[in-house]
């Protein structure tokens, strides 16, 4: 027996999701802001689609693919947030690691970090 109705729900939901995430990504001003919006499109979106799949699907086959999708959603969103911060910080900045000019200050220490780890802040 399917849940036609339910599954719809599941699947509008989804489709609300991803469209304010993609808003999200449109008003926010800045590259490393713009990266925290996909990520609740791949994850909450694709447990909306896995429910809804699991609803509709009595075949163990399809539950379990659909699963493992998911999973592979999840893991590669971690991934290439990573990678796409990397990247616009190496655009900004020309290179990757923090240099002690930058005053980028290390959470939770007087320190800021430097080329080679975090260095002690020197007050002028």
């Known amino acids: 027996m399917n849940h036609p109705i339910a599954v ?3 699947l509008a939901l989804a ?8 808003l999200g ?8 802001q713009r990266m925290h919006y996909p990520a609740v499109a791949v994850t909450f979106c694709s447990l909306l689609i896995i429910a809804a799949v699991w609803v509709d699907e009595k075949d163990p086959q399809a539950r379990i693919k659909v699963i493992l999708i998911g999973l592979i ?7 290439l947030t990573s990678a796409s911060a990397k990247a616009v910080r190496i655009r ?7 240099h002690p000019e930058e005053q980028i200050k ?3 220490r ?4 430097g080329a080679f780890g975090a260095t002690e802040e020197h007050e002028a």
């Open 8 to 10: 719809g729900m599941l």
């Open 15 to 22: 489709a609300l999701m991803a469209f304010f995430s993609a």
């Open 25 to 32: 990504v449109m008003v926010m001003r800045d590259p490393f």
């Open 73 to 79: 959603l999840y893991v590669m969103n971690a991934i």
């Open 92 to 98: 900004q900045a020309g290179h990757w690691q923090p």
């Open 106 to 108: 290390i959470m939770g």
């Open 110 to 113: 007087q320190e800021v970090a």
